[in-house]
């Protein structure tokens, strides 16, 4: 029996790109062959995509009318290309994971009346999932919150969570290290690429503030901008706390693991990470987000008391400090709110999502 065919269609950012990478990996092991259809950006993502062809489809983005013009005909363009890929491979059904390379391989799918579905990663649906939505004849979503969506798509969707890394859950099964009486106090620090400047500039100043004999315990690994390194750097040596800091960690899984702490944006990544293993958190929404999709993505913590959040235009080190200072205080809460955040979590959404594409296709 000739294995099913499977079709990716994801945009170019590794937010959709790694949720599909992941499903990609489920769907191989269980015998599927798989095509990744994308634009350039995708293909940034997609070194280690275990596909068998990369389809490049014309798709486009754009602010304004005459941009608006030029991605319409873009997509349309992908749309023809995608048709004539389809008529060649016959795909068993084709996956969308958002973003505006992922429309054309869906509407030629839709089109050509082939099984279709789509995974949306925010707890707002997308633009280009908005548009499909109703279209398609599965809706995955990672988040209970699934906003912007019809009444019909909210009622139908599965909520699947978003696949992670391999690394990152394995430590579902990872208790979490309540800090010890007078022990050290593990902080992380992240920030997404268009939030790694206000939190480090923010950061070092707010745990600067805090008393000192709690930022004698303090070890802090914070993320920055590599402008921003030398400047955190000298923040955290005159607190005198211990701080490594630095543009990126290869080994975010180690860190997280011994964390009791995390600092950061409320990517939906990110959410997904904090509940599958089970940390606390304070959160600072990107303000510039689409439909502030981050501000309800971190419901899924804030609303168990998993995560604090504290708005981008309301965030100082003052604030920072105050609820840094009151977490910190009381490690039997920490522990609470960890044990919250592991409640929440959705280890397995990989085979979740996988076995919504087998039920789609009728296996």
Request: glycine letters at 8%; a neutral charge; charged letters at 20%.
């Amino acid at each position: 029996m000739t294995s099913r065919l499977c079709v990716l269609a994801a945009g170019g950012t590794g937010g959709h790109m790694f949720p599909a990478e992941a499903l990609a990996r489920e769907l191989a092991d269980r015998g599927w062959r798989i095509v990744l259809a994308t634009d350039k950006r995708g293909e940034a993502y997609a070194a280690t995509f275990p596909a068998e062809e990369h389809l490049a489809l014309n798709a486009a983005t754009g602010s304004g009318a005459v941009a608006l013009v030029k991605a319409g005909a873009a997509i349309l363009g992908g749309v023809r290309q995608a048709r004539s890929a389809f008529n060649r491979l016959n795909p068993d059904i084709v996956v969308g994971f958002g973003g505006y390379p992922s429309a054309p391989a869906l509407l030629a799918a839709i089109s050509q009346g082939l099984p279709t579905a789509i995974h949306e990663q925010n707890a707002v649906l997308g633009r280009t999932n908005r548009l499909l939505a109703s279209r398609v004849d599965a809706v995955a979503s990672a988040f209970p919150t699934l906003e912007r969506a019809s009444a019909r798509v909210k009622r139908d969707a599965r909520v699947v969570g978003i696949p992670v890394r391999p690394a990152i859950r394995a430590l579902y099964e990872t208790p979490y290290p309540t800090p010890k009486a007078g022990g050290p106090i593990e902080l992380l620090v992240t920030g997404g690429s268009q939030g790694a400047r206000i939190l480090a500039e923010t950061a070092p100043r707010a745990l600067a503030d805090l008393p000192e004999p709690l930022r004698a315990r303090l070890r802090v690994a914070q993320q920055s901008r590599p402008e921003g390194v030398e400047a955190a750097q000298a923040v955290y040596a005159d607190a005198g706390i211990q701080a490594e800091v630095q543009p990126f960690f290869a080994d975010m899984a180690e860190r997280l693991a011994r964390t009791h702490l995390v600092i950061g944006r409320a990517g939906a990544s990110t959410c997904a990470e904090l509940a599958i293993a089970g940390r606390p958190a304070v959160l600072i929404p990107l303000a510039i987000a689409t439909d502030d999709h981050q501000t309800l993505n971190a419901r899924l913590l804030t609303d168990v008391d998993a995560a604090a959040v504290i708005p981008e235009r309301e965030l100082t080190p003052e604030r920072l400090s105050a609820v840094l200072a009151d977490w910190l205080a009381d490690p039997e809460a920490l522990t609470r709110r960890a044990t919250a955040a592991h409640a929440v979590g959705l280890p397995h959404a990989a085979a979740a999502l996988a076995d919504l594409v087998e039920a789609t296709v009728g296996c």
